[in-house]
Nanobody, 123 residues
Framework: QVQLVESGGGLVQPGGSLRLSCAAS????????MGWYRQPPGKQREAVAT???????NYADSVKGRFAISRDNAKNTVYLQMNSLKPEDTAVYYC?????????????????WGPGTQVTVSS
């Protein structure tokens, strides 16, 4: 089984910064795309940023220039550096990964989610 564990969330004032981390562990052969998604209160989950195993990145328009996604392939870990945070960034942030692993005895590429970490931007 594969587990994703996020860390780094919390309460921050507007204009502040936070760094989220997400480590994938378990029976992993390789990790392909990784990403961060968020779900604001009362809204649907949305993509924030994604990164391929080769380092290509993609960002939601609302976070471009403020957030930066990166990864450490040796550690199967993805990071999200969030700067100039705004109240509208308040959400539960979820890590996502496509990992080649074995599930129910079947080898293949599967999608996994972390349990989420709360980010609150408020004065």
């Amino acid at each position: 089984q594969v587990q994703l564990v996020e860390s780094g969330g919390g309460l921050v004032q507007p204009g502040g910064s936070l760094r989220l981390s997400c480590a994938a562990s378990g029976r992993i052969f390789s990790v392909n795309a990784m990403g961060w998604y968020r779900q604001p209160p009362g809204k649907q989950r949305e993509a924030v940023a994604t990164i391929t195993s080769g380092g290509s990145t993609n960002y939601a328009d609302s976070v471009k220039g403020r957030f930066a996604i990166s990864r450490d392939n040796a550690k199967n870990t993805v990071y999200l550096q969030m700067n100039s945070l705004k109240p509208e960034d308040t959400a539960v942030y979820y890590c996502n990964a496509d990992a080649v692993s074995r599930r129910s005895g079947v080898y293949g590429s599967y999608n996994y989610w972390g349990p989420g970490t709360q980010v609150t931007v408020s004065s």
